[in-house]
Nanobody, 130 residues
Framework: QVQLVESGGGSVQAGGSLRLSCAAS????????MGWFRQAPGKEREGVAT???????SYVDSVKGRFTTTKDNAKNILYLQMNSLKPEDTAMYYC????????????????????????WGQGTQVTVSS
């Protein structure tokens, strides 16, 4: 059973930084895709950053140049480094995974679509104050 556990959320002032981590367990296949999504109160879930099985990364326009996602394959941990945080980044952040990740699913992952993923974490709250 695949499990995803996020950590690293918290409260920070605008302009600050946070690093989220997502520890994955239960994987038996290395060709996986992973990603970060967020949902603010009253808003739909939004794809923030994804990384596919060959390391290709995709970002929503609003975080380009500020957020970076990386994956430690040896430890099965996904990271999201968030710099220059803004109040509009306030949301619950979720880690997601698809394993294995087919060509079709890779296309959805690169398009930041939630339908490209089949496993989800419980989320970690990020609050940015002005």
């Amino acid at each position: 059973q695949v499990q995803l556990v996020e950590s690293g959320g918290g409260s920070v002032q605008a302009g600050g930084s946070l690093r989220l981590s997502c520890a994955a367990s239960g994987y038996t296949y290395r060709g996986n895709c992973m990603g970060w999504f967020r949902q603010a109160p009253g808003k739909e879930r939004e794809g923030v950053a994804t990384i596919d099985s060959v390391g290709y990364t995709s970002y929503v326009d609003s975080v380009k140049g500020r957020f970076t996602t990386t994956k430690d394959n040896a430890k099965n941990i996904l990271y999201l480094q968030m710099n220059s945080l803004k109040p509009e980044d306030t949301a619950m952040y979720y880690c997601a995974a698809r394993t294995p990740c087919s060509l079709l699913e890779t296309a959805m992952v690169r398009a930041l679509r939630a339908s490209g993923f089949d496993y989800w974490g419980q989320g970690t709250q990020v609050t940015v104050s002005s």
